[in-house]
C-alpha cells in the first residue's frame, strides 16, 4: 500500500556492471547479463510492494556506444535474449513498460520488439517502467528542441517557458512521466558533469528531490572533489556492515520460521518430531551445516518480500537469551561501500 513517505517516481542509473563482472573474475558481458536476468525483476517486485509508481531504469545511454565494439555486439545481443522475456514477465506482473530515448540507432528487431512490448503492455496500471535507450541529457535537449521548432515554426514572437519546453522532453512523450523524487546510482560517473546531469535529475522545473550514490572508500575523495566543484553540499551515510546485516537477516528468518511453525497443526507437530535428531546432527557437524545454510538461503530468498510479522514479547525474549548472534567479520575496508546522498534543486543546482 502506498503511504505520504512512498517516493512515487525513482531512477535507477544501473551502472557497476562492468566492474562486478572483473571483480568475479568473468567477462564483462557477464555483469550486463546478471542484471538483465536477474536484478531488474527483482527491482521490479519490491517497487510493487512498497507502492512506487514509476520506476526508470537507465539501461544504455548514448555514451556507451563509445565502448569497445564486442561489448556493444554483445549487449545488443543481450537484448535479443532477454527483452523479450522479461517483458513477458513483467506484463504478468501487471507491469506496463514504457522507454524513453531514441530508439532509431538500434537494429531493427530491437526496436519492433520494445515498440511491441509498450503496446502489448499499455493498458497494464500496477507499475510503470521505463527503459532508458540509448538515453543522454544533451541528446534529449536537442530532439525537444527539433521538436519545438517544428511544431512553434510559425510562432516567432512567443515566449517559451520552462513549462512549454518541457513538454517536448523524452519523459512527456508517449506518457507523461512524473518528476524524479529519487536518483540512485552504483557508482560516480567518470565525466563530473554527467553526474550533475544525473543527480540534477531530480530537480527539474522547480521541483526537488535527493540523489543516492555508492561508493567504495578510494570513490570518496573523486565525489567529494565533484561536491567542492559544484558547490554541493553532500551527506555520508554508512551502509550497514556485515555484522548488522547478519543481525537483521537472523532475526528475519527466525521470525518468519516462528510463524510457520506457530501455524502448523498438529499432524504436521508430530510429523516433523522424526526430523529432529537429523536436524540435531546436522548442526553438530561443520561439513554438513552447509546444508542447513543452503535450506535458510532458500527460505529466504523465496520469503524476501513477505512481511513480517513480530513475535509476541515473550518469543522475543526466548530468543535473545538462547539465540547465537553472528560474529562480525571484518572485510576489506577498500571494498566496503557508503551511501553519499545529495538533494538537488532546479534553481542552484545543488542541495537543500
Known sequence: MQTEKTPQHVAIIMDGNRRWARKQGLAIIKGHRKTAEETIERLVDYAIKVGIKFLTLWAFSTENWHREQTEVEGIMNLFRETFDTVAERLHKKGVRVHTIGDLSPFPQDIREGAEHWKEETSKNKKLIVTFALNYGGRDEIVRAINRLM????????????????????????????????????????????????????????????????????????????????????????????????????????????????????????????????????????????????????????????TDVIPSSSEDQQERQRTSRRPKPRTGNESDRKSNFTNKSSNRRRRPR
Open 150 to 305: 517544428a511544431e512553434k515554426k510559425d510562432s516567432k514572437n512567443q515566449a517559451i517557458t520552462a513549462k512549454i519546453f518541457e513538454q517536448y522532453l523524452d519523459t512527456h512523450r508517449g506518457i507523461d512521466l512524473p518528476e524524479l523524487s529519487h536518483v540512485i546510482q552504483y557508482e560516480p560517473p567518470e565525466d563530473a558533469e554527467a553526474y550533475i546531469h544525473r543527480s540534477g535529475r531530480t530537480g527539474r522545473a522547480g521541483s526537488s528531490g535527493t540523489a543516492i550514490t555508492l561508493v567504495n572508500i578510494t570513490e570518496q575523495a573523486e565525489l567529494r572533489q565533484i561536491g567542492k566543484r559544484f558547490s554541493l553540499k553532500i551527506e555520508e551515510r554508512d551502509l550497514p556492515d556485515d555484522e548488522l546485516v547478519e543481525k537483521v537477516v537472523s532475526e528475519r528468518i527466525i521470525t518468519l520460521l516462528e510463524a510457520k511453525l506457530r501455524s502448523r497443526d498438529k499432524l504436521q507437530t508430530e510429523r516433523m518430531q522424526r526430523f529432529l535428531p537429523l536436524a540435531r546432527s546436522l548442526g553438530e557437524n561443520d561439513e554438513e551445516t552447509s546444508l542447513l545454510a543452503m535450506l535458510l538461503d532458500d527460505f529466504y530468498q523465496e520469503t524476501f518480500y
